[in-house]
T-cell receptor, first 115, second 115 residues
Framework: GDSVTQMEGPVTLSEEAFLTINCTYTATGYPSLFWYVQYPGEGLQLLLKATKADDKGSNKGFEATYRKETTSFHLEKGSVQVSDSAVYFCALSERSGAGSYQLTFGKGTKLSVIP | DSGVTQTPKHLITATGQRVTLRCSPRSGDLSVYWYQQSLDQGLQFLIQYYNGEERAKGNILERFSAQQFPDLHSELNLSSLELGDSALYFC??????????????FGPGTRLLVL
């Protein structure tokens, strides 16, 4: 079945440092890929998405490129801020036989940014 | 604010009891997905409804059930509760697939504690 593997955390960075969170996936077809963010005590927010190979999703300074050849969707940001401290989830969605698009999530990576 | 609402925010109950979690999707969304987030299992898909009908089931226990009403709100019923059911329960809504892609928007979650 489908699966998502993302780097284990926690990750601690200083403000303005470069961020990379690795994500690789296994899927039977051509999934859509997502990054969700969960701030402390809150629900999941969609950060960015990409729906086909070589697409780049971007939002709030974060970027991720859908790499079919390496089955990866790594999240990057050039300069992190304290407000970026959160848990980041990589996820994929692929149409199931029942016509559903349920999300399969990685285990999450906790990012802490210190001033 | 995603536009998806969930009630209650917190729920504390005892083993063996039954609870109902409620979700109201974003205006215009026909699909509702339920997910469970626990420390050991991570985020897992439970069940999906589309326009009142069950569309797909994931790792949902037989003690759990759900339904979607004509006004499109959904309820997740958890019965014969066990300590291991303590978790954060999210619902997500979407319009339905557009061009083979479906983007889900998450509610703030209901935190269930079974004592």
């Amino acid at each position: 079945g489908d699966s998502v593997t993302q780097m284990e955390g926690p990750v601690t960075l200083s403000e303005e440092a470069f961020l990379t969170i690795n994500c690789t996936y296994t899927a039977t077809g051509y999934p859509s890929l997502f990054w969700y963010v969960q701030y402390p005590g809150e629900g999941l927010q969609l950060l960015l998405k990409a729906t086909k190979a070589d697409d780049k999703g971007s939002n709030k300074g974060f970027e991720a490129t859908y790499r079919k050849e390496t089955t990866s969707f790594h999240l990057e940001k050039g300069s992190v801020q304290v407000s970026d401290s959160a848990v980041y989830f990589c996820a994929l969605s692929e149409r199931s036989g029942a016509g559903s698009y349920q999300l399969t999530f990685g285990k999450g990576t906790k990012l802490s940014v210190i001033p | 604010d995603s536009g998806v609402t969930q009630t209650p925010k917190h729920l504390i109950t005892a083993t063996g009891q039954r609870v109902t979690l409620r979700c109201s999707p974003r205006s215009g969304d026909l699909s509702v997905y339920w997910y469970q987030q626990s420390l050991d299992q991570g985020l897992q898909f439970l069940i999906q409804y589309y326009n009142g009908e069950e569309r797909a089931k994931g790792n949902i226990l037989e003690r759990f059930s759900a339904q979607q009403f004509p006004d499109l709100h959904s309820e997740l019923n958890l019965s014969s509760l066990e300590l291991g059911d303590s978790a954060l329960y999210f619902c997500a809504s979407s319009q339905g697939p557009r061009g083979g892609v479906e983007t889900q928007y998450f509610g703030p979650g209901t935190r269930l504690l079974v004592l």
